[in-house]
């Protein structure tokens, strides 16, 4: 394949300033929990389950940027019903990505600060951090509701940057595992 653009070797990338990452699928597996969450959900408010595919086909967009799409003038009522099923089980199956950990040391080690920016509820963001022990890698954990816009607006990599004392670069690189946080970047 011929590249118009060399590829890098790994010694002649400079280190980041600092490692800002998503949070569902790029450290964690959670896509299990906020299937059955939905689905329970969905029973709750008497509509039909979804299948896995039309989960994974759903863009990666906060709830407070589809759930009006979806349920109108009932957006926020509905916003509420669908986290109160998640907070019952988002805990119970939540497992790092596999090398996260190694990933998260590596950083540490070379005192790179690094932080969170999801479109997961700031609050329930912030609790599974907690939960898996993960809170002392990270200097910003921003999430749905904290900001006044969510991702795909850079608004919430702003406030992470604001959070954790550091000016805007393109030495700080942005971990996602979609096409919103490429375009949040």
Known sequence: MNNSWPIPRAQEIEAPRAVFFDWDNTLVKSADATFQAYNSFLDRIGHKPMSREEA?????????????????????????????????????????MDGCEDILDYFAEQQIPMAVVSNKNGEILRKEIAHLGFDFYFTAAVGCF???????????????????????????????????DYTCA
């Open 56 to 96: 994974n086909s759903r863009p990666p967009h906060s709830v407070r940027h589809w759930f009006p799409l979806t349920f109108g003038l009932e957006a926020p009522r509905m916003i509420d019903l669908y986290y109160e099923e998640l907070s019952k089980i988002h805990l119970q199956s939540l497992q790092p």
């Open 146 to 180: 904290d900001t006044p816009q969510d991702k795909p607006h850079p608004g919430p990599l702003f406030e992470a940057l604001r959070k954790s004392s550091l000016s805007p670069g393109l030495d700080i690189w942005y971990v996602g595992d979609n096409a919103i």
